[in-house]
């Protein structure tokens, strides 16, 4: 087993990509056709956005997940050397600082942000 993508439930996937591109700098892989499915290039592992209806329609019954709310028991990582300008550059795109920039016990800095929909985003420096 190897882990192919994490896929966010979302109610635009233009506007998550678009966002992602914008906040984190990631490159977006494709959106489909119909704009219920779009990824996001990250490494061995992808980031996926399905729309709601879509992924209500296919009987995925779930809790929406948005701005102004408790975040859902999950984040998302990225991890970049600069978390300081990662965090910064995430707040003036327009996430919701959550937490700065602080250096862990273990010797990570580590930074969270919520996006636009309101999922959790942990901005990290890399371990070892």
């Given at each position: 087993?190897?882990?192919?993508?994490?896929?966010?439930?979302?109610?635009?996937?233009?506007?998550?990509?678009?966002?992602?591109?914008?906040?984190?700098?990631?490159?977006?892989?494709?959106?489909?056709?119909?704009?219920?499915?779009?990824?996001?290039?990250?490494?061995?592992?992808?980031?996926?956005?399905?729309?709601?209806?879509?992924a209500?329609?296919?009987?995925?019954?779930f809790?929406?997940?948005?701005?102004?709310?408790?975040?859902?028991?999950?984040?998302?990582?990225?991890?970049?050397?600069?978390?300081?300008?990662?965090?910064?550059?995430?707040?003036?795109?327009?996430?919701?600082?959550?937490?700065?920039?602080?250096?862990?016990?273990?010797?990570?800095?580590?930074?969270?942000?919520?996006?636009?929909?309101?999922?959790?985003?942990?901005?990290c420096?890399?371990?070892?």
């Amino acid at each position: 087993m190897r882990l192919g993508y994490i896929i966010l439930y979302v109610p635009d996937v233009a506007a998550a990509v678009g966002f992602y591109e914008q906040a984190f700098g990631l490159t977006r892989r494709f959106i489909d056709d119909s704009v219920t499915y779009g990824e996001m290039e990250t490494g061995g592992t992808a980031l996926s956005f399905v729309n709601e209806d879509f992924a209500t329609a296919n009987g995925h019954h779930f809790r929406p997940t948005r701005a102004g709310t408790l975040a859902p028991g999950v984040e998302i990582a990225l991890v970049t050397d600069d978390v300081a300008a990662a965090f910064a550059h995430a707040v003036g795109a327009g996430a919701q600082a959550q937490q700065s920039p602080a250096e862990k016990p273990w010797g990570q800095t580590v930074a969270y942000v919520r996006d636009l929909n309101g999922f959790l985003v942990e901005l990290c420096s890399p371990m070892g």
